[in-house]
Each structure stands twice: as C-alpha cells, then as structure tokens.
C-alpha cells in the first residue's frame, strides 16, 4: 500500500501546484505543471496497474487508479484549455467563461468525490487488515 500511496501522492501533489499557479495566474509555471502531470500520470497509471491488490484487496489500488486517471485527464483536456484561457484573459467571451467554469467545477467537483473514495477505501484496508488491540494472534 505504501508503493500505492507514494504514486497517488506524487500525482496529487503536481495536479495541486498546478492549482496554486492558476489561482496565481502564473501561466509558466500551469504550463510546466500540466506538463509534469501529464507525465507523472501516466507513469504512475503503468506502474499500478502492473500491481495488484494487497492481499487480494483492490479497492484502495483501484480508487487510486481512478483518481490518477482523473488527474491525467484533465492535464491532457482540461489544463490545456485552462491555459489557454488565462493566456487570453482579457479578451473572453461569455462561452469561454463557462467553458473554464465548467472545468473548474470538474476539478471540485470529481476530485473531491475520488479523493473521498481513496480515503474510504484506506480505511477499509487498514480495518480489514490491521487487527484491533488485544486481538493480535
């Protein structure tokens, strides 16, 4: 679990630089890290699907995977369009507006529903694999 953790960690950590730069408007450096993330996902993508559960429990690796996946999806659909937006900030229309508002409500909206989901599936793991005190064999 800790390989699982350390690969969704990396990807996460990249995708919320990328945050931090676009509340700054700093258009370099989005560009960089949607660079970065388009990379560190797919990396990250190969390297867990070639393992397997821990102990046959897949549900925190396949709640990674899907929340990696939503990560590179938005670095190859979505920050594109995002950084190409901000670099023409002052000369939007309404429909470029909502286009990034609607991609903004994506990155809350689908994030947090998978973020949730790893955390649950976490828990899960370590409840299912970890015995409780004075229960040890």
């Known amino acids: 679990t800790r390989d699982i953790y350390l690969q969704q960690f990396r990807v996460s950590k990249i995708n919320a630089s990328f ?6 408007e700093d258009l370099d450096k989005m560009k ?3 660079k970065e993330l388009q990379s560190a996902s797919g990396e990250s993508l ?3 699907q070639q393992m397997g559960g821990f102990e046959g429990d897949a549900g ?7 929340l990696i996946t939503f990560y590179k999806e938005l670095a190859s659909e979505d920050y594109p369009t995002m950084n190409e937006l901000i670099s023409r ?27 949730d989901k790893l955390n649950r599936e976490n828990e899960t793991l370590l409840k299912r694999h970890i015995p409780a005190p004075g229960k040890r064999t």
């Open 19 to 24: 945050v931090d730069a676009l509340n700054k």
């Open 46 to 48: 190969e390297t867990l």
């Open 89 to 115: 900030k002052d000369k939007l229309t309404q429909e470029d507006v909502n286009a990034f508002n609607k991609i903004i409500e994506k990155l809350n909206t689908g994030g947090s529903v998978l973020i």
């Open 32 to 34: 960089e890290k949607t």
């Open 60 to 66: 925190y690796l396949n709640a990674a995977l899907d």
